[in-house]
């Protein structure tokens, strides 16, 4: 069967997760999928592998000659799928439950319970029978050449430096921190990035660990000592670990670059005047 036949059930799965667990278009959108029927050998509908921007999600084989029930069936898989590119750090019972709340608000209602009871079972004996003919063919079970499909967002190829950045900065935001790390991490083996080495200090920072924190605004500072953020952040580590003094130092060394910056944020200025006064007596 023609991959072409998921590719509306991928869209829906898609709209159910922005509606119903959060709006993440802008990331589909980043994301290139390859999609298509596998058979595959464990006890799952789907599967799903790669990291962003590039994924493979597969459907079982089991699923390729769909009836209209198993239309529904294939879109909650999706939904399943990207639950776990979404939220990575996710064990498979919390993405399991999710997936059921999302089923029941977006009304598939009892889809996955007819999934699980009908198709297990048919799994099994699919699994067997294919062993068997195998046997009797006297081959080994190579997997079948599928069919599969590219869905690409139009926006990647362009900008995929800001789309990895912002990523970190999406994840951090949500205080997913360490799914933001690990973003992180994986840009950094590829570019010396400083703005990455901030984000970095900051999740750090957010988490309480301040000597963590301090080495990775060490690297930002000298990697774009121009950037007043990084010698904000280093003044707030060290207020917070008791060191007033260079603490006050570093404020000042942040509010002078924040002067020569070409835009000079005002809402730095006024967090920067803020702490400055507070430390003044000390
Ligand atoms: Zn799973």
């Known amino acids: 069967m023609d991959a072409e036949i998921l590719k509306p059930l991928f869209f829906e799965a898609q709209k159910i997760i922005n509606v119903h667990h959060m709006d993440s278009s802008e990331f589909f959108s980043q994301c290139c999928f390859e999609i298509g029927f596998y058979q595959e050998t464990d006890e799952a509908f789907g599967f799903c592998d790669g990291t962003f921007p590039d994924y493979v999600i597969g459907i079982h084989q089991l699923f390729s000659e769909p009836t209209q029930e198993d239309l529904k069936f294939i879109t909650m898989t999706f939904v399943h799928e990207f639950l776990h590119i979404l939220h990575a750090d996710w064990q498979e019972n919390q993405v399991r439950a999710e997936e059921y709340k999302l089923a029941n608000l977006a009304e598939y209602g009892d889809t996955l319970l007819r999934r699980d009871h009908a198709y ?18 006297g081959i080994t079970s190579e997997p079948k050449t599928n069919t599969t499909i590219m869905i690409c967002g139009d926006t990647y190829d362009e900008q995929e430096e800001d789309v990895e950045s912002n990523l970190i900065w999406a994840r951090y935001m949500e205080k997913r921190y360490d799914y933001a790390l690990r ?16 984000y970095k200090g900051r999740i750090y920072f957010e988490q309480g660990k301040l000597s963590d924190a301090l080495f990775w605004i060490n690297k930002a500072i000298e990697k774009i000592p121009n ?18 003094k260079e603490a006050k130092y570093f404020f000042d060394g942040a509010a002078e670059k924040n002067s020569q910056e070409g835009e000079n944020n005002d809402d730095l200025t006024r967090h920067i005047a803020f702490y400055k006064e507070k430390l003044s007596g000390l």
């Open 183 to 198: 973003l992180a991490d994986k840009r950094l083996k590829k570019h010396d990035d400083g703005r990455t080495m901030y």
């Open 227 to 244: 950037d007043p953020y990084p010698i904000y952040y280093k003044a707030l580590i060290l207020m917070t670990s008791g060191n007033i």
């Open 120 to 137: 297990l079972p048919r799994r099994r004996s699919l699994k067997k029978a294919i062993e068997r003919s195998d046997l009797a063919r």
